[in-house]
């Protein structure tokens, strides 16, 4: 069933990254000024595993696995900008899809949509990525691409020590 963003709502892509949990503080700090809730999309692929043809079935995870993986890499972000309490006005929302797709669709009507970004342009690539760029392209809402923090903020604001999420995507 998909259920799109409220018209008081935020949307806010959540991928792991640090610059994600950079849009995700943002967002909850907006949130509580325009009294608005935090939807946090991550939205995930079945990807087939690049392994040898002659490579057990067993190596390879099933879309259920991945989606597992997906959800738990959600709720991982959320805890690391959280911590054990995560705000009551924010909702994890798991959707499967291409990000750029589900994240456009699941802002329609939405106040806005934030997305995280390098702060720089890092390494010589672009400071917001293609899924920032398609979704700048094609939402109809306004998009805020919030720079990752050199040194991320708690919601208490007290600077932490950044911390490393793995997720399984290269």
Known sequence: MTQLAAGNSIVVGVDGSEASMAA???ATRQARALEADVAAMHAWEP???RLAP???ASARPTAAEQRDRAAQLLASTLR???GPRIDNAVRAVLLEGPPERVL???????LLLALGRTAHGQYGQPAIGAVG???LRNATV???AV??????VSPLGTAEAPRLIRSGAA
Do not use: H, K, S
């Open 24 to 26: 995700l503080l943002w």
């Open 47 to 49: 990807a087939e595993p």
């Open 54 to 56: 002659y490579a057990p």
């Open 80 to 82: 690391e900008v959280f």
């Open 104 to 110: 456009v669709q699941q802002a329609r009507g939405a």
């Open 133 to 135: 760029r398609a979704c």
């Open 142 to 144: 306004p998009v805020q």
């Open 147 to 152: 720079p990752a923090a050199a040194r991320p």
